[in-house]
């Protein structure tokens, strides 16, 4: 399978101020990058879509303005938590998918290893 | 409102039981049902269904797809302690930027 990757792997930041989380494609061009959140022993929750060079679509409950979303290149997607405070401590993890064929028949999304966000 | 309902949320059972996992759902416009198994970090992918009716196996794993009842379930037979993870159930749907919704999970803990 296809490998996405997450820079940092788990951040512990003070309250206000703001983290960036990168997720790259590594191997494949990712035209749709998903970003979800995993609260503790529960399911992912999809936060955002982001297709390449447009803007993301936030899922309803998602402040747009606190999780900015960038997706400038097929390869590389970025979720900033703007003035982060503990309630936005969680594990984030993102996904990538391609529109093409050539990947997979399946047209599966993989995930990259999540990062582990911690806010004092 | 689309969503994916997994039962049961947790299942605890013994070295060499088999279980079986449930995932109904309720989306528009359905493209594809995906199986993950999760550890400690990101998902692993199991299996895809399109099609109803047909199973899907990997070694001790299978899963089926019903898209009349609007369900699939996933089999683990001949459990063992590394199938300990919690797993996902997730449908993607058509049109609306190839969305995947997630269902709740199933927690399974193997004792020895």
């Known amino acids: 399978g296809a490998v996405v990757s997450q820079h940092p792997s788990w951040v512990i930041c003070k309250s206000g101020t703001s983290v960036k989380i990168e997720c790259r494609s590594l191997?494949?061009?990712?035209?749709?990058m998903f970003w979800y959140r995993q609260f503790p022993k529960q399911s992912l929750m999809l936060m955002a879509t982001?297709?390449?060079?447009?803007?993301?679509?936030?899922e309803q409950g998602v402040e747009k303005d606190k999780f900015l979303i960038n997706h400038a290149s097929l390869t590389l997607s970025t979720l900033t938590v703007t003035s982060a405070h503990p309630e936005d401590s969680s594990f984030y993890i993102c996904?990538?998918?391609?529109?093409?064929?050539?990947?997979?028949?399946?047209?599966?999304?993989?995930f990259g290893p999540g990062t582990r966000l911690t806010v004092l | 409102e689309d969503k994916v309902v997994q039962s049961p949320l947790s299942l605890v059972v013994h070295e060499g039981d088999t279980v079986t996992l449930n995932c109904s759902y309720e989306?528009?416009?359905?493209?594809?049902l995906l199986w993950y198994k999760q550890e400690k970090k990101a998902p692993t992918f199991l299996f895809m269904l399109?099609?109803?009716?047909i199973e899907k196996k990997s070694g001790r794993l299978s899963s089926i797809l019903d898209k009349k009842e609007l369900f699939s379930i996933l089999n683990i037979t001949a459990t063992q302690t590394g199938d300990s993870a919690i797993y996902l159930c997730?449908?993607?749907?058509?049109?609306?930027?190839?969305?995947?919704?997630f269902g709740t999970g199933t927690s399974l803990t193997v004792i020895p």
């Open positions: 982001s297709n390449e060079g447009s803007k993301a679509t936030y």
């Open positions: 996904s990538g998918r391609t529109s093409g064929r050539g990947l997979s028949s399946y047209n599966e999304q993989f």
């Open positions: 191997d494949f061009q990712a035209t749709t």
């Open positions: 989306v528009t416009n359905f493209r594809s």
């Open positions: 399109t099609s109803s009716g």
């Open positions: 997730a449908v993607e749907a058509r049109d609306t930027g190839n969305q995947f919704y």
